[in-house]
């Protein structure tokens, strides 16, 4: 079955606010990663953290994994418009298992 | 160094029609991985290559889904004969083969190309 749900599965905010979004799966992870699509592109891999991490940073990206919950939220800060994007997680229960992706998050920064 | 590519980015044809989809991966890349997304749902797995072997093939739709990978390069999707359902952006990702020596900082990252959008009438 598919794992990987996004929560909110859209998000509207004003242009350097932060935004948050979630990620709940099913069963577990080796890995999880976050992906971002812009309308009429190919997905862009945006930050990967591993199931014995807790929090990862990346810029303007922060990743957090709680395994107890087998959830994982992406916090964006100081949000631009070019951030508008469709935001994924995805996971992996084995090294050279597939990648599951979930509905994602539409993520609107408003000027 | 070129990145995945897809053809056609879209693709309009009637129910019962064939329409074939094409994947060249990166360069190297023995992972391959198609991808299915309907509208407003979810990116849906539908099959993994290793170089020209079907690893996984459980997110196939039916039957009329076929996927080859000539000589673990370019891959191709036919739909045939299509449905109304089969609308949606397939997309095409690649990966370089985990080997042991990268132990745990081994991660499987894909590179994904733009998409081949199919309209279905």
């Known amino acids: 079955s598919q794992q990987g749900e996004e929560d909110p599965q859209a998000l509207s905010i004003q242009e350097g606010e932060n935004a948050t979004m979630n990620c709940s799966y099913k069963?577990?992870?080796?890995?999880l990663q976050w992906y971002r699509q812009n309308s009429g592109r190919g997905l862009v891999h945006l930050i990967l953290?591993?199931?014995?991490?807790r929090e990862k940073h990346s810029g303007r990206l922060r990743v957090t994994l709680d395994t107890s919950k087998k959830s994982s939220s992406l916090l964006i800060t100081a949000s631009r418009a070019a951030d508008t994007a469709s935001y994924f997680c995805?996971?992996?229960?084995?090294?050279?298992?597939?990648?599951?992706f979930g509905k994602g998050t539409r993520l609107h920064i408003l000027p | 160094e070129a990145g995945v590519t897809q053809f056609p980015s879209h693709s309009v044809i009637e129910k019962g029609q064939t329409v074939t989809l094409r994947c060249d991966p990166i360069?190297?890349?023995?992972?391959l991985y198609w991808y299915r997304r309907v509208m407003g749902k979810e990116i849906k797995f539908l099959l993994h290559?290793?170089?020209?072997?079907?690893?996984?093939e459980s997110g196939m739709p039916n039957n009329r889904f076929l996927a080859e990978r000539t000589g673990g390069t370019y891959s191709t999707l036919k739909v045939q004969p299509a449905e109304l359902e089969d609308s949606g952006v397939y997309f095409c990702?690649?990966?370089?083969?985990?080997?042991?020596?990268?132990?745990?900082?081994?991660?499987?990252?894909?590179?994904f190309g733009a998409g081949s959008r199919l309209t279905v009438l």
């Open positions: 990702a690649s990966s370089p083969r985990l080997v042991l020596s990268q132990g745990w900082s081994g991660a499987n990252v894909l590179t």
């Open positions: 069963t577990s992870i080796n890995n």
């Open positions: 953290i591993r199931s014995n991490e």
């Open positions: 995805a996971t992996d229960a084995n090294r050279d298992d597939k990648i599951i």
């Open positions: 360069s190297g890349h023995d992972n």
């Open positions: 290559f290793v170089k020209e072997s079907k690893q996984d």
